[in-house]
């Protein structure tokens, strides 16, 4: 079944006057939403006693929990010793997704840097197939690693590289964020025929059954020549993309992904919306 939910706590939460983590499952199944993204983005701080509460209320309420692990992992560091912390980043995630009762963990593969783009995507599969034998060596086979789609030039994650590094392993499943890769299109995601082209790319690529674990994030993203710049709400109107489209090729192709709305501060607003636009495409 299809999922939509926010990434983290937005405005609306806190102005029905909830005030912790936990209280999210129950707040998000009470306006009709099933999914729940919690971001380490900015490092691990979440205790394991609040994890395990939060992870109740989700089977409580069965929402689905995902986890976004810290945003500075970078699978191609030219150092061993950076590498290894991007793998104790993720492990950790790992961790505290298990007390939550998760198995998708989202995660930035790479940057550049200063290598050749060439050269810094061979590192960062060779580190991903590390990454595949320390899920086994840990105990993390029923995890789903979910390699996200990046929003600038500098960073590695067009969703062709994306679905290229998904090859590697049984574990690894793409996270499209249509937000990033618009940007990093300057704007290329407007009709159908756009994401009916990056649907049917997954679905050759990685078969139908792989397919259907997809991850998304989706919100309109402001961009510049260098891509990226910030996260907007659904209702801005300079910016794209929009869902509309894109709901009808999911209906079309019949998957059924998680939808994680990345909306600046409103983003369980917005992910009620996403879910009323699906559920009234034809």
Known sequence: ?????????????????????????????????????????????????????????????????????????????????????????????????????GNRLVVHPASCGKMDRVDAINLAKQRLIQLDALLKEHGYNNMLICLETMGKPAQIGTYQEIIDFCKLSPNFVPTFDFGHINALGQGCLKTESDYREVIKYLIDELGMEKAQLLHIHFSKIEFGQKGEIRHLTLEDEVYGPDFAPLAKVLKEFGLEPTIICESQKVMGKDALELKNIYEQTK
């Open 1 to 101: 079944m299809i999922k939509f939910g926010p990434s983290g706590n937005c405005e609306t939460f806190y102005s029905a006057g909830y005030k912790h983590s936990y209280q999210a499952p129950m707040w998000l199944s009470s306006i009709g939403l099933n999914a729940y993204e919690y971001s380490f983005g900015r490092g691990i701080t979440l205790t394991d006693e609040t994890a395990k509460l939060i992870g109740e209320e989700a089977k409580k309420y069965n929402i689905q929990i995902s986890v976004h692990a810290p945003y500075y992992i970078n699978l191609a560091t030219p150092t061993e010793e950076m590498a290894e912390k991007s793998f104790m980043y993720i492990l950790n995630s790992l961790q505290k997704l298990r007390i939550l009762g």
